[in-house]
């Protein structure tokens, strides 16, 4: 980043306080900063301590006399790398998405032939908002990149999504935006065979407690799931990703939801839909241990070991795949098995109600948890392929390229 000139736009959120440590770090990357503080943004940091962070008069007005001199609003602009507004309040992104310019930031947006990195911060029901979603894809079309926002607690006292992502991960989308070879930032101008498709998917293991330390898992490291996200993304999907704990990085450009238990990834994955393709790599733990106690079971001299009572967990796939009103197009399940792989597979095929189901040794044998290949067998309602040895990509790729090769099937016989 150094020598690298970023204009931060920073918008009237509870979230703008971070944008003043973004300043101090980008700083220390060696970045210049210079700063425009929307009004709204003044309510929540001041424009002295924009201007002690990033050593440079904040600019806030567009009718200004001396700035104007030169058509600072064009100048601002002008001299930027690349454009960030953090946070993006609802209210920005609209104004962005309608090209309205009536104050310095939305005016500069507009004038700018520079790129633009958004990273978006509201309550939950304004990030759900029919008119915030029409105005992300609006802004998608227009080239705009986003990072963010994150789910979690908001200040507003709710739950969801809205958050704006953490610094570190706003400058990491800053720096794939900056470099020239930059491909992996989300790029909301999609193309590709799933350009305009949903795609759900989930990963990783569930992890299901039995007091406040301890839980049951599996040794499900995500990585099939992750690839398929990315590459789907990189087909031109918009994506949602539900993942259980792992060690993974993020996929850039993907809508991560994170859970640890079954009930809660059946939750967020009934909330994603509507989905035009839904594939399920997550390891659900089957069962869970009925009554999480509350406080830790404690080891004591001559009481017996625990008896745990374990209860089904929901079947996650096969909701989706009976779902009565909102059934993706194509709901794909993944099979592992440790013996009879194909056999279990046609089983679970009929049994969940899902059209494909992509299956794989998981014996120790196989060694497939949490290795970079994968050899699975697609199976349909009528054929079965078996594929080579394929890395987690490759096996994403062949069959998200298969996938979209049907929907366009299913999308033309309905027309
Ligand atoms: C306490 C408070 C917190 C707010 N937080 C947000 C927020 O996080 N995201 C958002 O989109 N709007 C938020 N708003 C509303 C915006 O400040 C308002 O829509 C404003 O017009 C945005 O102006 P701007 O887009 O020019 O910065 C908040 C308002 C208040 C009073």
Not at 91 to 101: E, L, P, V
Not at 154 to 160: I, K, V
Not at 349 to 358: E, H, T, Y
Request: net charge neutral; charged share 25%; aromatic share 4%.
């Amino acid at each position: 980043m150094n020598g690298k000139r970023i204009l931060l736009i920073i918008g009237g959120g509870i979230a703008a306080f971070k944008s003043l440590d973004l300043i101090r770090r980008l700083k220390e990357r060696g970045a210049s900063v210079s700063v425009v503080l929307t009004k709204s943004g003044a309510e929540f940091v001041t424009p002295l301590s924009v201007t002690v962070l990033s050593g440079d008069a904040v600019h806030d007005e567009l009718f200004n006399p001396l700035g104007e001199a030169d058509i600072g609003h064009i100048e601002l602009s002008r001299q930027a790398d690349l454009i960030v507004v953090a946070p993006a309040t609802a209210n920005m992104m609209a104004r962005m998405a309608s090209g309205i310019a009536d104050d310095l930031a939305t005016t500069v947006l507009l004038a700018t032939d520079k790129p633009v990195l958004i990273a978006p911060a509201m309550n939950v029901r304004m990030w759900e908002h029919a008119a915030t979603r029409r105005n992300v894809k609006r802004l998608a079309k227009d080239g705009i990149k986003m990072v963010g926002p994150n789910e979690g607690d908001m200040a507003c006292g709710e739950f969801g999504p809205g958050r704006m992502a953490e610094v570190p991960e706003i400058l990491d989308a800053i720096e794939q935006n900056i470099s020239a070879e930059n491909s992996n930032l989300v790029s909301l101008d999609r193309k590709g065979p799933l350009q305009g498709r949903h795609v759900l998917v989930t990963a990783g293991p569930t992890r299901e407690p039995i007091d406040p330390v301890r839980y049951i898992s599996n040794h499900s490291s995500g990585k099939q799931g992750y690839a398929i996200a990315a590459i789907a993304r990189d087909l031109g999907a918009e994506v949602t990703l539900i993942t259980g704990p792992t060690n993974l990085k993020r996929p850039d450009g993907v809508w991560v939801i994170e859970v640890e238990t079954a009930r809660e990834m059946k939750r967020a994955a009934v909330k994603a839909l509507p989905a035009d393709i839904a594939i399920f790599t997550a390891a659900v733990a089957d069962w869970r241990v009925k009554g999480k106690a509350g406080k830790k079971i404690k080891k004591a001299k001559g009481k017996s070991t625990p008896d745990f009572e374990l209860v089904e967990n929901p079947d996650i796939l096969k909701s989706i795949a009976n779902h009565k009103s909102k059934r993706p197009d194509l709901v794909i399940g993944f099979a592992a098995e440790t013996n009879n792989v194909v056999e279990y597979a046609k089983a679970k095929l009929k049994r969940k109600g899902c059209d494909w189901i992509v299956a794989n040794d998981v014996s120790e044998e196989g060694g497939v948890m949490g290795a970079e290949t994968n050899t699975v067998h697609l199976l349909t309602a009528n054929t079965l392929e078996s594929w080579p040895e394929l890395s987690k990509s490759d096996v994403a790729e062949r069959l998200l390229r298969r996938a979209a090769a049907e929907l366009s099937g299913i999308t033309q016989a309905a027309e």
